[in-house]
Nanobody, 118 residues
Framework: QVQLVESGGGLVQPGGSLRLSCAASTSIDSIYIMGWFRQAPGKQRELVASITRRTNINYVDSVKGRFTISRDNARNTVWLQMNSLKPEDTAVYYC????????????WGQGTQVTVSI
């Protein structure tokens, strides 16, 4: 079992930046995929970015060139650097862990609110 705790959300103006962190309660070295999802009001949760143990990275088209996902297995942490933020990036962002030593179970953090507004 693993607990995921997100931090770094907040209110930012359009064009600004935020860095989200996801701290895991156990080693993430053997977890296959770490990812960030987001859910805006009235919308389905969507994958924003994911990174595998071998650092294969995937982004949703709407954030390519603006967001960067990274993981540090030694620090049991995953980050999402978000630049050039837009109002449509406003959502609750969730950290996600699945695969590898976790088997068929998917774990979620509690979420952190990101609001992009003037």
């Amino acid at each position: 079992q693993v607990q995921l705790v997100e931090s770094g959300g907040g209110l930012v103006q359009p064009g600004g930046s935020l860095r989200l962190s996801c701290a895991a309660s156990t080693s993430i070295d053997s977890i296959y995929i770490m990812g960030w999802f987001r859910q805006a009001p009235g919308k389905q949760r969507e994958l924003v970015a994911s990174i595998t143990r071998r650092t294969n990275i995937n982004y949703v088209d709407s954030v390519k060139g603006r967001f960067t996902i990274s993981r540090d297995n030694a620090r049991n942490t995953v980050w999402l650097q978000m630049n050039s933020l837009k109002p449509e990036d406003t959502a609750v962002y969730y950290c996600n862990a699945r695969g590898g030593v976790l088997g068929g179970t998917t774990y979620w953090g509690q979420g952190t609110q990101v609001t992009v507004s003037i």
